[in-house]
């Protein structure tokens, strides 16, 4: 199923050559999952030739859906996706509530909301992701908005019958790149947002894994920078090119408002001075991002977040390979990837839950049969 998500649809005879077991194995698998209703044969494109024509192996369409929700500071997303990936149903609404309690409900209720127009017997499993992953106990202080992970966990599962998967924003972006976004085997993801993190693809699975896995580069320091951290320690990353950094440097020197928010360092109407941040936070990350590709070695990494204008981006992305070329004398396999569909979130948020059934389809099937008929939604 793996490999079919990945690759598309594909023959029996092929798909045992293609992960190397029997074609005897295969044949027995995937009657078990046809009968399940988890692959689907489609008569389509049997190629002309000699011997036996090919009928094809396929995901079912509207059949077997994941679904997605991202909370965001500003508002709550979320979309309903086939295993491809293609959107089925997708609702966003703007942030109300004024506390976790209310954010939560919010969140509930818009993925209810989903579930029901996708079809509740359809949905495998929920993914969700935030734009925080770690406790802010210095400043900026933390948002009215942000939500304690746990306290939102339990908020849904409160609410919702299916499997959840709550992970930080960086993890969804890895596992999307890998099964949806035609990623390679041994991928490195770094989000440069409100925080940096990093989380690794490699072989099919997240390399750090586990509840509080990995992937906070917070308190790495960035060579060169001479911003002091609350932490205690001089040049970290998260005082130095985290979006909150910039931001805080920018309402000091009069740039932006108090109160001013992370998309206001990307403004339609752009000033000259917000450029110069934004083009010392490229050359910070071109410092700081081949360390940490230098010890995790993968075999690409892909840069994700807004960083700024198209030349700015591209200031980044060559910092980091001369920068790499200088200490591993290898040329870097590294590329910025945008993201600019309105259901970004809600799609990296879904292919967590995607993730999680190809982790064990059976066993997840399985669980479907005994959770039974269609849970009435309150
Ligand atoms: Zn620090």
């Known amino acids: 199923m793996r490999a079919i998500v990945r690759e598309g649809p594909c023959g029996r005879k092929e798909l045992a050559s293609a992960i ?78 004024r506390t ?138 998260k005082a130095t090119c985290t979006d909150d950094a910039l931001l805080q440097r920018a309402v000091a020197a009069g740039l932006l408002p108090p109160g001013a928010l992370q998309r206001d360092l990307y403004p339609a109407s752009d000033t000259e001075q917000l450029q110069g941040l934004r083009r010392d936070r490229a050359e910070e990350l071109g410092r700081v991002i081949p360390l940490i590709m230098s010890l995790v070695a993968p075999g690409e990494t892909t840069i994700r977040g807004r960083l700024g204008t198209p030349d700015e981006i591209s200031t980044c992305v060559e910092a980091i390979r001369l920068r790499f070329r200088a200490l591993v004398g290898r040329e870097a396999n590294v590329r910025h990837h945008g993201g600019e569909r309105p259901d970004f979130w809600a799609r990296a948020s879904a292919a967590l839950a995607l993730d999680r059934y190809l982790a064990s389809p059976l066993e997840h099937e399985g669980g479907r049969a005994s959770r039974g008929s269609p849970v009435p939604v309150p």
């Not at 908020?155 to 960086?170: I, T």
């Not at 917070?218 to 970290?236: E, N, T």
Request: glycine share 14%.
């Open 20 to 97: 190397g077991v029997s074609f005897t194995t295969i044949t027995k698998t995937v009657t078990e999952l046809i009968e399940l209703g988890a692959l689907t044969e489609s008569a389509a494109a049997t190629p002309r030739g000699v011997g036996r024509p090919v009928v094809p192996l396929d995901v079912p369409a509207a059949q077997r859906l994941v679904v997605g929700a991202h909370l965001h500071p500003g508002s709550t997303s979320c979309g309903a996706f086939t295993l491809r990936g293609e959107q089925v149903a997708f609702r966003t609404t703007a942030a109300g509530g």
């Open 100 to 237: 976790q309690r209310e954010r939560i409900e919010e969140a509930a209720r818009l993925v209810d909301d989903v579930v029901t127009e996708a079809g509740v017997a359809a949905v495998l499993g929920i993914g969700m992701t935030t734009p925080w992953a770690e406790v802010h106990h210095g400043q900026p202080p933390p948002l009215l908005s942000d939500v304690d992970h746990d306290e939102l966990r339990n908020g849904l599962r409160e609410r919702l019958p299916h499997p959840l998967r709550l992970e930080p924003n960086v993890r969804a972006l890895a596992v999307e790149h890998h099964w949806w976004g035609a990623g390679g085997d041994d991928v490195l993801t770094v989000l440069v947002g409100r925080s940096v993190g990093v989380a690794q693809m490699r072989g099919g699975e997240l390399v750090w894994d586990g509840p509080g896995a990995g992937g906070l580069v917070s308190h790495v320091i960035v060579p060169g920078s001479g911003f002091p951290c609350a932490c205690g320690q001089v040049g970290c990353v």
